[in-house]
T-cell receptor, first 114, second 116 residues
């Protein structure tokens, strides 16, 4: 079974803090993704990575950065957290194949920025 | 531009009723994939099905069935004899394998409440 884990289920941070969200997958997937989920907006892609040290901006990258130093780990960084970054953050991974490979998701991190 | 519309924000049914969740998509590509995911209260998105644009056969898996119609750009999901455990948010998603970006476009989700 594919296993995608996220470092925290719930986080409370203060405005201006630097926040790290960690994601680890154990299936040797090349692709990894970070989404945020907000009511009425569905899931929106923040960043994704198709290889170690490679990253691509998604639809809403502003205020975020990412790091992929190892294949199994993909980190999302909020350099200076703001209240509008309060959200549910979901990590996903998939193989990099010729066909569109299925993305498998972690349990999510609910972040509250005060 | 690609788009996925799930017009039903929330649906409530009584246990054992059948329920259909609608998904309408827009794409100019001839090759694409469609997905359904379930998000129970625990938060994790659970993969349910993947369908490519060249396979219009309907699919049945237990109480779940999917109706893919290219003519109407729809990929609807039916739960037969619903159960309380089916209560969740369901997302439909579209991807474009030719874009090279591996992106999914998600709908806004449909919250299904199954009442005992």
């Amino acid at each position: 079974d594919v296993k995608v884990t996220q470092s925290s289920r719930y986080l409370v941070k203060r405005t201006g803090e630097k926040v790290f969200l960690e994601c680890v997958q154990d299936m040797d997937h090349e692709n990894m993704f970070w989404y945020r989920q907000d009511p009425g907006l569905g899931l929106r892609l923040i960043y994704f990575s198709y290889d170690v040290k490679m990253k691509e901006k998604g639809d809403i990258p502003e205020g975020y950065s990412v790091s992929r130093e190892k294949k199994e780990r993909f980190s999302l960084i909020l350099e200076s957290a703001s209240t509008n970054q309060t959200s549910m953050y979901l990590c996903a991974s998939s193989f990099h194949g010729d066909s569109q490979e299925t993305q498998y998701f972690g349990p999510g991190t609910r972040l509250l920025v005060l | 531009a690609q788009k996925v519309t799930q017009a039903q924000t929330e649906i409530s049914v009584v246990e054992k009723e059948d329920v259909t969740l609608d998904c309408v998509y827009e794409t100019r590509d001839t090759t694409y994939y469609l997905f359904w995911y379930k998000q129970p209260p625990s938060g994790e998105l659970v993969f349910l099905i993947r369908r490519n644009s060249f396979d219009e056969q309907n699919e049945i898996s237990g109480r779940y069935s999917w109706n893919f119609q290219k003519s109407t750009s729809s990929f609807n999901f039916t739960i037969t004899a619903s159960q309380v455990v089916d209560s969740a948010v369901y997302f439909c998603a579209l991807s474009d394998p030719t874009s090279g970006t591996y992106k999914y476009i998600f709908g806004t989700g449909t919250r299904l409440k199954v009442l005992a």
